[in-house]
């Protein structure tokens, strides 16, 4: 019993990161705190069952106030999404070909998940600077010779 | 002419209600509010604390020392007296449109008088 709350109270520290900044810094122990508490309570006075109903309050409550933070976030809204077209266009190519559904279901899944994993890597580069593979190398104007301005069109901006 | 305030959120009704009868930590607050709520409303941390952050920028509750005896980590609320003000005023209204319903006999029938 100790352990499995032990366990719990490690996973739900574990999820803390994922909720708002403020309410994590301002209250982040007291919550880990306060749910082990309840944890604890509830499986003494209704054993199992009471775990259940702890971590699925959990769960509704990580729905209703972590999720839309997490959204705002594009390193967590854009691979979301591109995993979720992906899936949603395969999966209607595959229906269109009723043959062929059967054997490639794992392949729309991993193809997903490769989008998905994709624009994970793609947003978190952007976002700390490191330039896309795909990228054109930046240089400054002054740096190309006065040659070059005659061709606008061969600036690499 | 003053604008009468809105309805406030049922966890911030109960947490204000919680309090109403003395200082209290966090678990207590929660377990006080499952009990006023009759099981109905399932305050788990991260509501709680949502909804203290939003009561303490509104001044409605501040954080108080603890009794002497108390665990040092745990953190006490209380109730300011702008926020028994407005929960006065919150179940004032309540206990008007409770009326307004009796008269119109839309008050379950097994509910108590």
């Known amino acids: 019993m100790i352990t499995f709350i032990a366990l719990s109270t490690r996973l739900y520290a574990t999820l803390l990161p994922l909720y708002p900044p403020d309410l994590r810094r301002d209250f982040g122990d007291e919550m880990a705190g306060l749910f082990a508490e309840d944890l604890a309570d509830a499986w003494q006075t209704a054993g199992a069952s009471g775990a259940i109903r702890v971590w699925f309050s959990t769960a509704l409550e990580f729905a209703r106030i972590a999720v839309p933070g997490l959204l705002q976030i594009p390193a967590v809204a854009v691979p979301l999404l591109s995993f979720l077209l992906s899936a949603a266009v395969v999966s209607l190519e595959l229906m269109l070909t009723p043959n062929r559904a059967d054997s490639a279901m794992g392949g729309v899944l991993i193809g997903a998940f490769v989008s998905g994993l994709t624009s994970f890597v793609t947003v978190r580069a952007g976002e700390s600077g490191v330039p896309h593979p795909l990228e054109l190398p930046r240089c400054s104007k002054s740096a190309i010779s006065p040659n070059v301005s005659s061709a606008p069109l061969l600036w690499i901006v | ?113």
């Open chain 2, 1 to 113: 002419m003053a604008q009468p305030n809105p309805p406030l959120a049922r966890p911030a009704l109960v947490i204000l209600l919680a309090l109403a009868d003395g200082d209290k930590h966090g678990y207590a607050i929660m377990r006080e509010a499952r009990e006023l709520s009759e099981g109905q409303l399932n305050i788990g941390p991260a509501t709680l604390y949502t909804t203290i952050q939003r009561l303490l920028e509104a001044d409605w509750i501040a954080e108080v020392a603890g009794p002497k005896d108390s665990d040092a980590r745990r953190r006490y609320y209380g109730l300011t007296r702008q926020g028994r003000s407005v929960l006065t005023a919150e179940l004032a209204q309540m206990e008007s449109l409770l009326k307004r319903s009796k008269a119109l006999r839309l008050r379950p029938s097994g509910s108590a008088s």
